[in-house]
């Protein structure tokens, strides 16, 4: 079926079965890889995207359930030229080794502070529980987090 | 795994979502937030021909809040109870239970009629449901009927639910000013399911005995009910450090957990005492 949806500001028609995932059709339809699936189960949050501004998980969702929807993946959290100010900060806390869950993290840390560019080390620690990281300890990860959220104050 | 092949249909209507579950016969399964079903079908625990997905279904997305209690539509995810200021007062046992509610993710998707209808034995909301003496709102082909939350869930993942039928509505009861409450549940790890969790509430009378007294009980049972016999210990007396110590012990009798890898019986047992003490004591 034809599914009619913006991806990262583009107006974009993906051709997908009915049981493909939103992930599935990122990746393979699309071709946007940073997009990661470890679970595929709607456990490990590597997956994360940005669903008309609520993070959610794209293993968890059906690519038609994204029709009329604004959908932003972690391409299009910066311009390909200059890294975001929350990848600068994770690259500034060494946030990350293997990287596979970064764009997971990134995406939510992105949802949370555009929200709540105030949160608290605590109220990171509850949003990002759902996205396991299993070289960093997430002590840097928070710390980036943290680190990032002036960026976001006065508007992003 | 990838998902098993089927259709999908996002019906405009209620009555047209009911027609198309009725003339499945079983086959078709709805869909909204699909934060228990799409795992579900990852691990091809279902398999059905058709998803009937309700998204588009108008009117479903409302939290109703009145002299006559709360209707949370069944399309109202986790994040818009959260997000609800009025609930704080309205219903603050119901805002604190949802902030345990899984993770960020899920709670920004995750609905009040899929949980129900799911009905998971760790999940908060329909703890909430029986504790609160809720009623749930259904539509099928016949029209609509109405079940209390004590009646619908049957057991682990069962509930009174017809495959043709679909909810629509939780009805909580008004929420009196002065109501004590406590909410309380343990689990490993942040946003896991509980191995166990107790809803609690009562009101007070005139002479500072307890009265109405509700124990809710999730994760350590097969379906969330009420202790009743810790509850009547506590219905007409003071909740003290004593009152409250017998009541943890009749919980821990009443329950009737069973074990698995996260924790044995004889653990979520001793937890549901050590819930209720810690719920009774926050009220």
Same mark, same amino acid.
């Given at each position: 079926?034809?599914?009619?949806?913006?991806?990262?500001?583009?107006?974009?028609?993906?051709?997908?079965?009915?049981?493909t995932t939103l992930a599935d059709a990122l990746r393979h339809a699309l071709g946007l890889t940073g997009t990661h699936l470890g679970c595929e189960h709607g456990?490990?949050?590597?997956?994360?995207?940005?669903?008309?501004?609520?993070?959610?998980?794209?293993?968890?969702?059906?690519?038609?359930?994204?029709?009329?929807?604004?959908?932003?993946?972690?391409e299009g959290l910066s311009d390909d030229e200059a890294l975001s100010p929350l990848q600068a900060s994770f690259r500034k806390h060494h946030a990350l080794q293997?990287?596979?869950?970064?764009?997971?993290?990134?995406?939510?840390?992105?949802?949370?502070?555009?929200?709540?560019?105030?949160?608290?080390?605590?109220?990171?620690?509850?949003?990002?529980?759902?996205?396991?990281?299993?070289?960093?300890?997430?002590?840097?990860?928070?710390?980036?987090?943290?680190?990032?959220?002036?960026?976001?104050?006065?508007?992003? | 795994?990838?998902?098993?092949? /089927?259709?999908?249909?996002? $019906?405009?209507?209620?009555?047209?979502?009911?027609?198309?579950?009725?003339?499945?016969?079983?086959?078709?399964? #709805?869909?909204?937030?699909?934060?228990?079903?799409? #795992?579900? /079908?990852?691990?091809?625990?279902?398999?059905?021909?058709?998803?009937?997905?309700?998204?588009?279904? #108008?009117?479903?997305?409302?939290?109703?809040?009145?002299?006559?209690?709360?209707?949370?539509?069944?399309?109202?995810?986790?994040?818009?109870?959260?997000?609800? *200021?009025?609930?704080?007062?309205?219903? $603050?046992?119901?805002?604190?239970?949802?902030?345990?509610?899984?993770?960020?993710?899920?709670?920004?998707?995750?609905?009040?009629?899929?949980?129900? !209808?799911?009905?998971?034995?760790?999940? @908060?909301?329909?703890?909430?449901?029986?504790?609160?003496?809720?009623?749930?709102?259904?539509?099928?082909?016949?029209?609509?009927?109405?079940?209390? *939350?004590?009646?619908?869930?049957?057991?682990?993942?069962?509930?009174?639910?017809? #495959?043709?039928?679909?909810?629509?509505?939780?009805? /909580?009861?008004?929420? $009196?000013?002065?109501?004590?409450?406590?909410?309380?549940?343990?689990?490993? =790890?942040?946003? &896991?399911?509980?191995? !166990?969790?107790?809803?609690?509430?009562?009101?007070?009378?005139?002479?500072?005995?307890?009265?109405?007294?509700?124990?809710?009980?999730?994760?350590?049972?097969?379906?969330?009910?009420?202790?009743?016999?810790?509850?009547?210990?506590?219905?007409?007396? =003071?909740?003290? &450090?004593?009152?409250?110590?017998?009541?943890?012990?009749?919980?821990?009798? @009443?329950?009737? $957990?069973?074990?698995?890898?996260?924790?044995?019986?004889?653990?979520?047992?001793?937890?549901?005492?050590?819930?209720? @003490?810690?719920?009774?004591?926050?009220?």
């Open positions: 079926m034809k599914i009619h949806t913006e991806v990262n500001g583009d107006a974009v028609e993906i051709e997908a079965e009915p049981r456990v490990c949050g590597a997956c994360t995207v940005i669903v008309d501004g609520r993070a959610v998980r794209s293993c968890l969702m059906l690519a038609v359930q994204a029709e009329g929807a604004r959908v932003v993946t972690v293997c990287g596979f869950c970064t764009p997971g993290m990134i995406t939510t840390a992105h949802a949370l502070l555009s929200d709540e560019p105030d949160a608290d080390a605590d109220r990171i620690r509850d949003v990002l529980s759902g996205n396991l990281c299993r070289c960093t300890g997430y002590i840097n990860i928070v710390e980036a987090v943290l680190d990032a959220r002036a960026a976001y104050r006065g508007g992003d | 795994m990838k998902l098993p092949s /089927l259709d999908y249909a996002a $019906p405009a209507t209620l009555e047209d979502a009911v027609r198309l579950l009725a003339a499945h016969d079983g086959d078709a399964i #709805p869909i909204a937030g699909g934060q228990s079903l799409m #795992p579900v /079908l990852a691990f091809r625990l279902a398999a059905p021909a058709l998803l009937v997905d309700l998204g588009k279904l #108008p009117g479903l997305d409302r939290i109703d809040i009145s002299a006559s209690g709360i209707g949370l539509g069944a399309l109202v995810c986790w994040r818009d109870i959260e997000d609800d *200021a009025r609930l704080a007062t309205a219903h $603050p046992l119901l805002a604190q239970a949802i902030r345990h509610v899984a993770h960020y993710q899920i709670r920004n998707r995750g609905t009040v009629g899929g949980s129900l !209808a799911h009905a998971d034995p760790a999940a @908060e909301l329909p703890g909430i449901a029986v504790a609160c003496d809720a009623e749930i709102r259904l539509v099928g082909p016949a029209g609509a009927r109405t079940v209390t *939350a004590d009646d619908f869930f049957l057991g682990p993942l069962m509930t009174a639910l017809e #495959p043709d039928e679909l909810v629509v509505e939780l009805r /909580l009861p008004p929420w $009196p000013a002065g109501r004590r409450w406590g909410f309380e549940e343990f689990s490993r =790890r942040r946003g &896991d399911f509980a191995l !166990a969790g107790i809803a609690a509430h009562y009101d007070l009378a005139a002479d500072g005995t307890a009265r109405d007294v509700h124990i809710g009980v999730i994760g350590a049972c097969d379906r969330p009910h009420r202790l009743t016999t810790a509850e009547a210990l506590l219905n007409g007396s =003071r909740i003290d &450090d004593d009152t409250i110590a017998a009541a943890a012990s009749a919980a821990c009798r @009443e329950v009737d $957990p069973t074990g698995d890898m996260h924790g044995d019986a004889d653990y979520r047992r001793a937890l549901v005492g050590t819930l209720v @003490e810690r719920a009774l004591g926050a009220s």
